[in-house]
């Protein structure tokens, strides 16, 4: 595991994933009993609040004209705070407007958050060890999971929900570490100057299907999978968060080792293994029919995740260093396209037939398996692509 000085750079990184980890965390694993239990939300209005949650990821491309005003470590720090407010308030009113609204505010915090965490680690870990910090920084997300539900879990073993307790104290807990890195931390110099207005390069288009697929993929999973236990097969939600449990102690154990894979075995491979996986889960969810097989894919999915590191990695190494800070918000707009409008009308699907979102997912997966065979065995500026290789060879 990694150590952590308060002069050192990775400190600060390593701050901010716990930070977000402990609300976003206990937001999501508890939101799909909250809003079954107290609110009735079916398919119809969980597809809604996740597609509005997804409205700031959307909207992420902002930061770089933001970013022209406030630095990246102090707007990271800005983008935490909201994110533990966003968190607090979440279970004040069981009313769905108002949790749309906790929703939004919760997500602007998380989502400039992401961008702004993926910017600052592309631009201060160097191309050797980024695989290896990369996984690291999974492991402490991880670590940090098992802590927060674990407690989570005790708790509930002995108490009902208190929804507005349990939120109320991860929102907190958020905000006085944003506290803290605001006081405590030194503020970093950037080592090049990075571009302050929007752009789109050519040579980065692969780098932006990937991650348009990502994030189809990703809501796929985020919204419907653990939906479908609590709704098809009655998950309690002690048991959801021993779920959620169990996936943290194997990102814990894995995610270290998987990005060391990825530095070893290269982006195109990793992510062959991811995708492939995908789809086979994927097609196994649209016809799962026994909870212990669906316990298993939920494991199995969230695993899978670590595997996205690849992508990072590859479009590190394929950019202009200047460019890091404005991609990274683009990039997060590009994931969030088809996540502003999946949820809704998955969640209108959903109410038809189940099955057809998970094939739709098995096909998202097909499509970035595809596209993964045109990355480079050596990707660099100028190799972009295998079809590029092959252009100047």
């Known amino acids: ?21 402990i609300s976003f965390a206990t937001w999501q694993v508890l939101l799909n009993n909250y809003v079954v239990e107290e609110s009735a939300f079916t398919g119809t209005e969980i597809g809604i609040l996740h597609s509005l949650r997804e409205v700031p990821g959307f909207l992420a491309f902002t930061a770089i004209l933001v970013m022209v ?25 069981p ?8 929703t939004v505010v919760m997500s602007v915090g998380f989502h400039y958050l992401e961008t702004l965490h993926n910017s600052l680690s592309l631009q201060w870990l160097n191309q050797l060890e980024a695989p290896r910090v990369l996984g690291q920084l999974l492991s402490v ?20 929900a208190n929804y507005l307790l349990i939120y109320v104290i991860a929102g907190c807990i958020s905000v006085a570490i944003a506290l803290f890195c605001w006081k405590a931390i030194p503020h970093f110099e950037d080592s090049v100057v990075q571009r302050k207005e929007l752009f789109l390069r050519k040579r980065y ?13 990703r809501q796929i999973f985020v919204v419907f999978a653990g939906f479908l236990l609590v709704e098809k097969f009655g998950f309690p939600v002690e048991n959801v968060v021993l779920l959620t449990l169990i996936n943290a102690a194997l990102t814990f154990y894995l995610a270290p080792k998987v990005g060391r894979l990825i530095g070893y075995i290269g982006e195109r491979r990793a992510l062959t293994l991811e995708y492939a996986g995908l789809v086979i889960i994927f097609v196994s969810y649209a016809f799962v029919d026994t909870i212990a097989v669906a316990v298993a894919l939920y494991l ?34 590009i994931n969030h396209i088809a996540a502003v409008v999946l949820p809704a009308l998955l969640g209108l699907l959903w109410v038809v037939n189940h099955s057809a ?37």
């Open 1 to 21: 595991m990694p150590s952590f000085k308060l002069q050192d750079r990775k400190t600060l990184l390593y701050l901010l994933a716990i930070g977000n980890t």
């Open 69 to 93: 005003y406030i630095r990246q470590q102090t707007f990271a720090l800005l983008a935490l705070l909201t994110l533990g407010i966003g968190t607090a308030i979440t279970a004040f009113y």
């Open 95 to 102: 009313a769905a407007l108002w949790l749309y609204f906790s």
């Open 141 to 160: 997300r991880a670590l940090c999971n098992l802590a927060v539900l674990g407690s989570l879990y005790i708790y509930l073993m002995f108490y009902a």
């Open 205 to 217: 288009w692969l780098f932006y299907l990937l991650t348009f697929f990502a994030g189809a993929r």
């Open 300 to 333: 199995l999915d969230h695993l899978f995740f670590a595997m996205a590191i690849a992508i990072k990695t590859y479009f590190q190494k394929i950019a202009d260093p200047a460019d890091i800070a404005a991609t990274s918000s683009i990039s997060f707009t």
């Open 357 to 393: 979102v998970f094939l739709a997912g098995a096909a998202i997966a097909l499509g970035s398996l595809v596209l993964t065979q045109l990355i480079p065995d050596h990707p660099r500026p100028s190799f972009e692509t295998r079809l590029s290789d092959r252009q100047l060879t």
